[in-house]
């Protein structure tokens, strides 16, 4: 397996793993269960870390695909530029995640308030994880491509 293959394996759980968790952690508040709430926590901290992979493997990836055609490096620096911004929120929100379980099991005076940070970090990761998805999924499938997204053929 080379770095795009890998990437290609690993991306997608830091978005599905944050639209899951986000999803059960706002059932959490409304269902007022701390269970499900943990176990949102543990979905944002096993999304971040396969967000470390994806961004481990994203360079190389680039490296391989960039001189394809109707690739090209606008599209896949556009792609990399909200990851950057994604991957530091999906840190965060997995580092809440931590301080959020450790404090739901502990039964901490202050888990409420991490648990609300939690919430609010996870609502402004998976709206970056939404364009990363999108962008990423432009660089090879030219057919989702917006209109503006930008296009760079290769000359032969």
């Not at 599905?16 to 999803?23: D, M, N, S, V, W």
């Amino acid at each position: 397996m080379n770095e795009a293959h890998l990437h290609m394996v690993f991306n997608h759980f830091p978005i599905i793993g944050t639209l899951f968790g986000l999803g059960i952690l706002v059932f959490g508040f409304f269902a007022k269960n701390n269970t499900l709430k943990n176990t949102a926590y543990i979905l944002f901290i096993i999304a971040a870390v396969f967000g470390f992979l994806s961004m481990s493997t994203g360079e190389g990836a680039e490296e391989l695909v960039e001189d394809l055609p109707n690739v090209g490096h606008d599209i896949i620096h556009e792609h990399e530029e909200i990851a950057e911004k994604f991957i530091l929120f999906m840190y965060a929100t997995g580092i809440f995640s931590i301080l959020s379980l450790f404090m739901s099991v502990k039964k901490h005076i202050f888990a409420k308030l991490a648990s609300i940070i939690t919430l609010i970090l996870a609502i402004v990761t998976f709206a970056l994880a939404t364009k990363v998805g999108i962008t990423g999924g432009e660089v090879r499938h030219t057919e989702i491509r917006t209109a503006n997204a930008p296009v760079t053929e290769n000359a032969d």
